[in-house]
């Protein structure tokens, strides 16, 4: 059998957390069928870009030691086709690419690249940067990523991540056309099950029986609720340590409370931005076009849907966001309760561990024993002697 | 924001950069702006403007051509962390997409180091920890513990086990070393800076003013009572000069305070490490470059002005803490309150940074020569 690596490189926020889970939990039944989804823990692949990238992250990144170097030697040692997913490598520059792409051996190498239109990838990446402790206003969101010279970090991250023709040409530059996927989003409102057909048509994983069920999901989150979330993390940015913000306000907050208010009016852009993406989307459109790579959907999905009506979060009235405060405020109570109840339960079991010391030490024998052993502690020659005789007895310590 | 046009300028083919390249390998320090030769391209890729800058500025700095296996390592590295990507250089036909072209003789001190960190942490890798030096423990040692001040403590530790005087053993008394809290929270940003990394100074001090709280280290009394130190067996240690009587020995090495840019270029270094060895391993690591950072006579890193209020207040409460909880205080808890503002560096300067990063790169006897004792 010839050997095939698919690599999915991007973008992000294009379904991808759902398909990484799928191929995670069905690991086996993939291996079953040749194909090679190698992953210990379901981040592993995202370890791998941080490495492969030199990408510090807020601390994860101490887990991401030779990663990558693991995850191609796993790659070159499967004789059929394997798959790597994951979407920060969209940022990876020219010499990294060449560096990835010369560690997978000689197998033949389809590049993936799942993407939406602008005009939902905006919004979406402005909640990604706020849910990533980020207290950027919309409007300065916009006026950045707007900005030609890139020169800002949010800027630059951004359309390395979302510029689909330069991604394309960084990692495709040495790749036949036809051996370059582009897999589009469905537009808004299309059936639910396409993303996930053109993935698997994409991946070759129609006909498996995998388990499709959603259990990890990156949701997002409605107008007032991420108003609510940048305001949060303007106070607490600077005093929350990364460790701690992700599970109390990432996960607690965002994933499982704000998210579930799903009846709130959802971001999209103003007019102006609106049709300054479309602009852009459509030049896009057309330069994919004339590289024929092989396109799962259709390049007008990449247009993106008309404008409709525009809240802006930067002026969402306190009334608005007092609901999902409560929420907030809820959620964060019982996370609270929760915590205490571990520390309670801990104590407790220090307290036991403590009495059953106590209870061995209360002989008569010990107690003589331990008045010795203070007394030769308390000078030199008694702590020189005390040292020799548990040399004598094995105990030292 | 549109796609950019194709607009090459006279002389300004891709052969020109490969030229540039080919010329600063071998040790060319001419800028990009006055360079006209061409070269056949040797790799597909074209190194980052960032990589390219750096490497001429340090055949600038070597006076002559450093060897070609370095320049390869200065091309090829990454510049680290979440900031812009490789950029391409000015004057070239610009690519429709993808970072804007910049002439590199304009890219910040910030952009350089965030790829002259990558090479001095993969140098720092290759060179290893150095060995540790220890002795046979001393029965007749007195038994302690060390809190407080790191960078007292974790000299005075590693002198220590040198000669036989480790930490530990049964019933040891709790030394807590003490500063002015100013100089304290300075050394216990430095140190972590020459072990797991920090964020940055400023945004440092920032979160642990805005929780009005003091970092672990520098809160004495939770130190002490975390290693579970008894009012007899506690000695809070304000007056250095009499930290060695503590402990049991007749005196112990100065301590040199590393400099503002030292710090922050161990940050950078820190983080970087930490993608290339297992947690445990970076310490050690990171101790090693502690004790081999060339010398720059740049200040240490200083508490501004508009942190001063709260460290003056964090002082005067942590005192009080300390004589509420009635610990013996060998020296004057007076110390503890912070000096008059004295000549320290606010925060580093990248451009004194860089000077050292670069320094560190094209000599490399910091990591060839005999570690000496900091």
Redesign the interface.
Known sequence: MSRRVLLHVGCPKTGTSYLQDVLFRNQSVLREHDILYPADRFDAHFLAA??L?????GGI??E??GAWDRLAEQVREWPGTSIVSHEIFA?A??????RALASLGDAEVHLVLSARDLVRQIPAEWQENVKHRSHITYGRFLRTI??????S?IG??F??VQ?V??IL??WG??LPPEHVHVVTLPPSGADRGELWRRFSRTFGLDDLPLDLTAERENPSLGVPETALLRTVNERVT??I?PPDYRPLVRETLAHQTLSRRVASTRLGLAPDDHA?AR??SQ??ID?LAERGYDVVGSLDDLLGPDPGPFADPDSVPAEDLLPPALDAISALLVEAARLRAVEERLHEELREAREERDHARLTPTYRVKRKV??TL?DS??G??T???YRRLRHRT? | ???REPSPEPGSDPGRAHGWVAHLRSGGTTPWRAWSGVAAPT??????AQQLELLRRINATAGVPVPTALADRVL?A?A???????LPLLGLPA??????PVDPARISPHELLRVAS?VLADDLVDLGPDPVPTSW?R?????FQLVGDPLVTVAAREHLRARGRPE????PFVVAVGAPLDDLLAHTWTQRCFEHGSRPWA?WL??WR??DQLPARVDLVDSVRRRGGRRPLVRVVTDLTRLPGQVGVRHLPDVRTPGADQAELARRIA??V??????AA?PALMRTLQRRIPDTGVAPVGVPAAEREWVAASAARLSRQVSRAGYPVVGDLADLTPRPARVAAAGPDDQQVLDLAIGMVVDPTWRTERQVER
């Open positions: 941080l490495d990238m030199t990408l510090p992250w990144e101490t991401a030691v940022r520059t020219p010499t990294q690419v060449e707007r900005d030609p010279e890139r020169d970090r630059s991250w359309w390395a510029e023709p330069d040409e960084r530059a040495s600077s005093i340590a300054w602009e852009l030049g896009w330069v052993v203070t502690e030199p020659a702590r020189g005390l040292d020799a310590r | 924001m549109t796609a790799t597909r890729a074209l190194p980052g090829a990454p680290a962390g979440r900031g812009k990507a490789d690519p429709s997409y993808g970072p804007r990558v423990a029965p007749w040692r007195r038994r530990g053993g049964p019933r945004d920032r979160f805005e929780r983080a970087v930490g993608l290339r060895v297992p947690s970076r």
